[in-house]
């Protein structure tokens, strides 16, 4: 049932969400499929739509947002535009409880860019990574730190600001995951100012597979050369002189070949309709659930891997299942039941959106009950 879904850390939903996409896609078909000159004016007219929906989301300055496939593509894209020799000899820092993409990145990177990757860990019996552990290791050998702003397997949300400024002090770059918040916490590329930020539509922003997006600072663009290039990535596309090659002025450097336009196009109607939605509202009926979410894991004895306060969380609630009910058998049992979760090993990840009713709520705290404690 729609009102006991719980998988807006996983894909975000909304109103009517199925009947916007078949639409948006069949607007498409019918426009790629005519035999006229219209095609690349509306596919690209729509993702500049998509893009500039995102810009309102991060308050980024025009021209310094981009579309990539996923996060970790453009991840990459921003690692290999750097200056020559910028990372080489220094440390790139993240931590243990970062989105393990981005740390397989890193770690196949390392030798060919010459920097040390080092991983801030867990603590001894921690589910996330500490922000003073963070701090302590983020020295002036640091040319890069990735911040995950709040965890997937946690939803533990660091401070940002404390982080940021340390990070200022230390001369590094700086960027963001902003993934598992994005469209549910306010959020400013400028408040603390970041160097980048990655991010997709996935999640709290209810889109579809594909619609990834880099920011970059405007301070920085004209020094990045990305190495994957095409004839997007230059001031006029349609500059066939091969000998002429220039990057253009701003984030569209990091365009490649023919852009993709479908996750985009695809992923718009959710941005249009979170566009229109009272931002406060929908947080405020996240935190009544998820405050009913901990107070249910209380009652049930089940630990809880999330932060109780409110300032260091996201929107989601992850409770420790016991050994005695493998958490495979847990999912399926509430699947049955029309109540949708997930689990990794044995951490239940429970995320209440704008679907996620009160009464839903109470449905799986009824069922979850009778699974645990028969």
Same mark, same amino acid.
């Given at each position: 049932m729609s009102d006991s879904y719980f998988l807006y850390h996983?894909?975000?939903m909304y109103p009517q969400k199925?009947?916007?996409?078949?639409? $948006?896609?069949?607007? #498409?078909? #019918?426009?790629?499929?005519?035999?006229?000159?219209?095609?690349?004016?509306?596919?690209?007219g729509m993702r500049h739509r998509f893009i500039e929906r995102w810009r309102a989301i991060l308050n980024a300055p025009d021209q310094?947002?981009? /579309? #990539? *496939? +996923?996060v970790t593509a453009a991840f990459h894209s921003l690692l290999a535009s750097l200056p020559s020799g910028h990372l080489e000899g220094r440390t790139v820092l993240v931590g243990a409880d970062c989105f393990p993409s981005n740390h397989f990145l890193l770690n196949g990177m390392a030798q060919k860019y010459g920097f040390t990757l080092q991983t801030v860990p867990l603590r001894q019996g921690a589910a996330h990574v500490e922000d003073e552990d963070f701090i302590d290791a983020w020295t002036p050998r640091v040319g890069l730190a990735l911040l995950t702003?709040?965890?997937?397997?946690?939803?533990?949300?660091? +401070?940002?600001?404390?982080?940021v400024a340390h990070g200022r002090k230390m001369g590094s770059l700086i960027g963001t995951d902003i993934t598992q918040g994005a469209g549910l916490l306010p959020y400013d590329v400028f408040a603390p100012e970041v160097d980048f930020t990655i991010s997709t539509s996935l999640k709290w922003m209810c889109g579809t597979p594909g619609a990834g997006v880099l920011y970059l600072s405007p301070r920085l663009i004209a020094h990045c050369h990305p190495e994957l290039r095409g004839w997007f990535s230059q001031p006029n596309p349609f500059n066939w002189d091969i000998t002429k090659f220039a990057y253009a002025p701003d984030i569209r450097r990091f365009d490649n070949g023919t852009p993709g336009v479908m996750a985009a196009l695809a992923s718009l109607p959710a941005l249009d309709w979170h566009a229109f939605q009272d931002k406060a $509202?929908?947080? $405020?009926? +996240?935190?009544?659930?998820?405050?009913?979410?901990? *107070?249910?894991g209380d009652e049930l004895g089940l630990p809880l891997v999330t932060p109780r306060s409110e300032t260091q969380r996201g929107g989601s609630v992850m409770l420790?299942?016991? *050994? /005695?009910?493998? $958490?495979?058998q847990v999912v399926a049992a509430l699947r049955n039941q029309g109540i949708t979760t997930d689990a990794r090993a044995q951490t239940l990840r429970l995320s209440p959106g704008n679907l996620t009713t009160l009464s839903g709520t109470e449905r799986l705290i009824d069922a979850l009950g009778r699974i645990v404690r028969p």
């Amino acid at each position: 049932m729609s009102d006991s879904y719980f998988l807006y850390h996983s894909i975000g939903m909304y109103p009517q969400k199925a009947r916007d996409l078949a639409a $948006a896609l069949a607007e #498409f078909s #019918f426009v790629w499929g005519k035999p006229d000159d219209g095609q690349w004016a509306y596919a690209l007219g729509m993702r500049h739509r998509f893009i500039e929906r995102w810009r309102a989301i991060l308050n980024a300055p025009d021209q310094t947002v981009t /579309t #990539f *496939e +996923n996060v970790t593509a453009a991840f990459h894209s921003l690692l290999a535009s750097l200056p020559s020799g910028h990372l080489e000899g220094r440390t790139v820092l993240v931590g243990a409880d970062c989105f393990p993409s981005n740390h397989f990145l890193l770690n196949g990177m390392a030798q060919k860019y010459g920097f040390t990757l080092q991983t801030v860990p867990l603590r001894q019996g921690a589910a996330h990574v500490e922000d003073e552990d963070f701090i302590d290791a983020w020295t002036p050998r640091v040319g890069l730190a990735l911040l995950t702003w709040i965890s997937s397997t946690t939803s533990h949300r660091i +401070n940002l600001q404390r982080m940021v400024a340390h990070g200022r002090k230390m001369g590094s770059l700086i960027g963001t995951d902003i993934t598992q918040g994005a469209g549910l916490l306010p959020y400013d590329v400028f408040a603390p100012e970041v160097d980048f930020t990655i991010s997709t539509s996935l999640k709290w922003m209810c889109g579809t597979p594909g619609a990834g997006v880099l920011y970059l600072s405007p301070r920085l663009i004209a020094h990045c050369h990305p190495e994957l290039r095409g004839w997007f990535s230059q001031p006029n596309p349609f500059n066939w002189d091969i000998t002429k090659f220039a990057y253009a002025p701003d984030i569209r450097r990091f365009d490649n070949g023919t852009p993709g336009v479908m996750a985009a196009l695809a992923s718009l109607p959710a941005l249009d309709w979170h566009a229109f939605q009272d931002k406060a $509202a929908l947080l $405020a009926h +996240n935190r009544k659930l998820t405050k009913r979410l901990i *107070e249910a894991g209380d009652e049930l004895g089940l630990p809880l891997v999330t932060p109780r306060s409110e300032t260091q969380r996201g929107g989601s609630v992850m409770l420790r299942l016991p *050994e /005695t009910h493998p $958490a495979a058998q847990v999912v399926a049992a509430l699947r049955n039941q029309g109540i949708t979760t997930d689990a990794r090993a044995q951490t239940l990840r429970l995320s209440p959106g704008n679907l996620t009713t009160l009464s839903g709520t109470e449905r799986l705290i009824d069922a979850l009950g009778r699974i645990v404690r028969p």
